[in-house]
């Protein structure tokens, strides 16, 4: 089935059920999403709010005090990774433009329209002037922590996101952001909390196991650099 990308479309189903499904199709699924991610981002940001990306630091070390809170067992690890998240950022400078704010799979509609597939995106209530590649780190974390998770197999993850983001360098036409795996551990620290605000079985021990992955990608990109 040819697939074509667009912006916003009134029905379909969730990227994230194509990822899950017993047809699940392969890589190539998510090309058009990342085409579609990539004509959002040349909008016009217009009059959005502009929001500092890469977060602050106190933003990171907030998390990591709850954390420590709720599992005092890796409150000094969270921290010292917090920590060094942030000593990473600081040299950073943002390219700003369109930024989606929160973009991952469950935030993209697929569906049909006569022999194609057309892709919606979602929930622009966060949309503003940023980096755009946080937005490929959003939904790369989001997919990591997922498979870290058991919510996604563990073999469909990594090459979702390579051929996401191959693709969203072809359209664009532009190298991916060197920044992009630091941005992608630093998303998924803040996803560091859905284990215990989604209730999920064995809570404790997937924080741990999202915890060590993102460490293991913050030591790949500073090695990367």
Request: hydrophobic residues 40%.
């Amino acid at each position: 089935m040819e697939a074509t990308a667009r912006v916003a479309i009134p029905e379909g189903d969730p990227l994230d059920t194509f990822i899950c499904g017993s047809n699940y199709p392969g890589p190539s699924l998510v090309q058009p999403v990342a085409q579609a991610l990539a004509e959002l981002h040349a909008q016009a940001a217009g009059p959005l709010p502009q929001i500092q990306t890469p977060p602050q630091r106190a933003t990171l070390s907030d998390l990591a005090e709850w954390i420590g809170f709720v599992l005092p067992d890796l409150g000094r690890r969270t921290a010292d990774l917090a920590g060094a998240l942030a000593k990473e950022l600081v040299p950073v400078t943002p390219q700003p433009g369109f930024a989606h704010g929160d973009f991952y799979a469950s935030q993209v509609l697929i569906g049909p329209q006569g022999d194609r597939r057309v892709v919606g995106v979602l929930d622009l209530d966060e949309a503003h002037v940023g980096d755009p590649y946080t937005d490929l780190a959003s939904f790369a974390a989001h997919l990591t922590s997922d498979a870290i998770r058991g919510h996604v197999p563990r073999d469909r993850a990594a090459p979702l996101i390579a051929a996401f983001n191959e693709q969203y360098a072809r359209v664009t036409r532009r190298p991916l952001s060197r920044h992009l795996p630091l941005y992608t551990a630093t998303a998924m620290f803040r996803l560091l909390p859905h284990p215990f605000r989604r209730r999920e079985t064995d809570w404790p021990e997937r924080t741990a196991a999202l915890l060590a992955g993102i460490e293991e990608m913050l030591a790949r990109s500073v090695s990367d650099v």
